[in-house]
């Protein structure tokens, strides 16, 4: 007998019928002599139509409120499922987050869990009751309705599987698992058996969005193994857990690629201490956040500096840098709003050399050309025109042996 969290996401969730079969799941593992604990997200859109209804009302709703507004669509979804069971003749029970309590910061939107208590869960669990909990929810020591970030039942599951040291953390969503790559561009994209904590914050910071990074950090944190998979078949998914002695055998387990950076250049800039820190103080004040940056060596006192931000900072950054320039005269400014960043990612990175020049020789061959490199101890990123994204996505899956052989 094992303590089992599932989670469901929205598209599981998403009609009466799809939570019936939520319910069967559900019933299933608690028929086979496991304690079950299930936190659910909102029906399918539901999150983005209470968002929709907060914007409509006012230009800046009050943080509380929306906190208040945003949670009920997690109130739906208990309740249908816990009726469900009900009806099944199993004990059922729904929770919001402040009934549990998920204790939280104060950070409306955006709040961090601080603390679980967990004894209404156990006797709940020792009664033989199956619980339903509303994800991406708690409540602050106030006693404020909080919520987590979008995606944010993702880590309502993985902490309360740490706080009840559960035995699996079963994440199911609408796909099978974590794949090498995105499965629309390559066909060919196969499904990881089990990745690291590390590659996955690295693949879902790069757009692989399966589980929000919040959780993937949280799982990390308290050795919390995460199963993905989808609710719509029984095959086993994706483990997410910490590293091991197989994985890092494998020189690159995934290719990520994203498309939401813009760039920016910066030419003749003089050559001082304390001309970056000009640069990139106001956009880091401005909440603007950075992410590739390369300065070239020097000619004449003079240097370049390329970077990278958001696409939907890139006018806002433009406005700053084009004041810091003339401030530090410098020659100019350009931007470049058609890139796309190219990263492969492996833990096997660490123990093998020539994984860049492979990846930089496989680009060539197909007359890519590469703007900007930036590498990590696990990773390595490349810049180019975006209008190759998915041939250099291809011939990368391929180079680096992950084309399944169907
Ligand atoms: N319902 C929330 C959202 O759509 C939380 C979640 O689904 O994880 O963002
Ligand atoms: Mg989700």
Known sequence: MALVVQKYGGTSVGTVEKIRNVARRV?????????VVVIVSAMAGETNRLVALANDMCEFPSEREYDVLVAAGEQVTIALLSMSLLSMGYNAKSYLGSQIPIYTDNAHSRARIKN??????????????????????????????????????????????????????????DVDGVYTTDPRMVPQASKIEKISYEEMLEMASLGAKVLQIRSVEFAKKYNVVIHVRSSFD????????????????????????????????????????????????????????VDMIIQNVSRDGKTDMTF?????????????????????????????????????????????????QTMFETLSTEGINIEMI??????????IAAKYTELAVRVLHEAFGLDSRK
């Open 27 to 35: 019933a299933k593992t608690f028929d086979a002599g496991n304690d």
């Open 116 to 173: 679980i208590d967990d004894k209404k869960i156990r006797e709940d669990l020792k009664n033989g009751t199956i619980l339903i909990v509303a994800g991406f929810q708690g409540v602050d020591d106030q006693g404020n309705v909080t919520t987590f970030g979008r995606g944010g039942s993702d880590t309502s599951a993985v902490a309360i599987a740490a706080a009840l040291e559960a035995d699996v953390c079963e994440i199911y969503t």
């Open 234 to 289: 029984d095959r086993t998914g994706t483990l997410v857990m910490k590293e091991d002695q197989e994985m890092e055998t494998v020189l690159v387990s995934g290719i990520a690629y994203n498309k939401d950076e813009d760039k920016i250049s910066i030419f003749g800039v003089p050559d001082q201490p304390g001309i970056a820190a000009q640069i990139f103080t106001p956009l880091g004040e401005a909440g603007i956040t």
């Open 308 to 356: 990278t931000v958001p696409k939907s900072d890139c006018k806002k950054a433009l406005r700053f840098i084009e004041e810091v320039a003339l401030k530090i005269g410098a020659d100019g400014v350009s931007h470049d709003n058609s890139i796309a960043k190219i990263s492969i990612i492996g833990v096997g990175m660490r123990s093998h050399a020539g994984i860049a």
């Open 374 to 383: 930036s590498t990590s101890e696990i990773k390595v990123s490349c810049i």
